[in-house]
């Protein structure tokens, strides 16, 4: 059995948290049509992420899993409903999981980290993790500060375990050429803003449709972190909102975090086309 069978999905697919860019309906959405729908609780409370699980469920019975902010400051309540909850599938991001490690593994918790560069995948390895995510700074939102194919190239010789490549994948042919360079999986986040099932305001997805090649950034906040944003509105900042842009498409105040894959992707399609886009040649 495949590992990604194991985890109760028919591919080797995740869609990315993404914070507050995700709803119960897209990940439902991918979770009934083969791949791992994924909640994003960063910023959320634990009612609020817990009402997202049970309206989940209600859409579907797949496997779907939670992704964690690993600084937000209520990380211990997040993690208690995840438990109550019994999700099986985590992903985590903004630190480290080993203060964690051993309540998510006593609860049966499958745990896939997103890993930025070797120096933490390497970390990682040394926790009972179930996989490592890989992520190229071709993907949206706060990234690191090396693309995908180098980044795989130097993990895939010393990761044991499925090694999932995200940034920059959208179909068929980017998938492929991630597993290539050693990826069993991908983890897909921006083409699924496009999906019908997103709930991303309308000026948010009509900007991504008109992205064109080399119309995203990388832009670094007060902290020097990097973040991808598209280009277009001007003035975006990753210091900005999110969910400013997500719920009212503030060209203001909103951060329209978005890959390198905005580029060719130009219009809204159900979950499932984008998934089989990916999957089939």
Same mark, same amino acid.
């Given at each position: ?192 803003? $496009? ?7 309308? #000026?948010?997805?009509?900007? &991504?449709?008109?992205? =064109?090649?080399? !119309? /995203? @950034? ?32 503030? $060209? ?7 890959? #390198?894959?905005?580029?060719? &992707?130009?219009?809204? =399609?159900?979950? !499932? /086309? @984008? ?7």
């Amino acid at each position: 059995m495949t590992w990604y069978h194991q985890l109760g999905i028919k591919y080797p697919l995740f869609q990315g948290g993404m914070a507050w860019a995700t709803n119960v309906e897209l990940v439902a959405a991918v979770s009934n049509n083969g791949a791992l729908g994924i909640i994003g609780s960063g910023g959320r409370t634990a009612s609020e992420l817990q009402e997202m699980i049970h309206q989940t469920k209600r859409l579907t019975s797949s496997p779907f899993g939670v992704n964690l902010m690993l600084l937000d400051k209520n990380i211990d309540q997040l993690l208690q409903v995840i438990y109550d909850e019994k999700i099986s599938v985590v992903t985590t991001g903004a630190g480290s999981p080993k203060k964690y490690i051993d309540t998510i593994v006593a609860n049966h918790i499958k745990l896939f980290p997103v890993v930025p560069s070797l120096k933490i995948a390497k970390k990682m390895l040394e926790l009972p993790v179930t996989g490592i995510i890989a992520e190229g700074t071709e993907a949206g939102g706060h990234v690191g500060t090396q693309n995908l194919s180098s980044l795989l190239e130097e993990i895939t010789s010393l990761c044991p375990l499925p090694l999932i490549a995200a940034g920059g994948i959208h179909d068929y042919h980017s998938f492929s050429s991630a597993k290539n360079l050693g990826a069993s999986g991908a983890q897909v986040g921006t083409a699924f803003l $496009l999906a019908k099932e997103c709930q991303i305001s309308s #000026t948010y997805q009509k900007l &991504i449709c008109q992205s =064109e090649k080399n !119309e /995203t @950034i990388l832009i670094s906040n007060k902290k020097g972190h990097l973040a991808r944003l598209l280009k277009k509105p001007s003035e975006t900042s990753s210091n900005q909102s999110l969910k400013s842009a997500v719920e009212q498409g503030d $060209l203001l105040n909103g951060a329209f975090m978005a890959g #390198t894959s905005s580029a060719y &992707i130009n219009k809204i =399609e159900p979950a !499932e /086309t @984008i998934i089989k886009r990916i999957i089939e040649k």
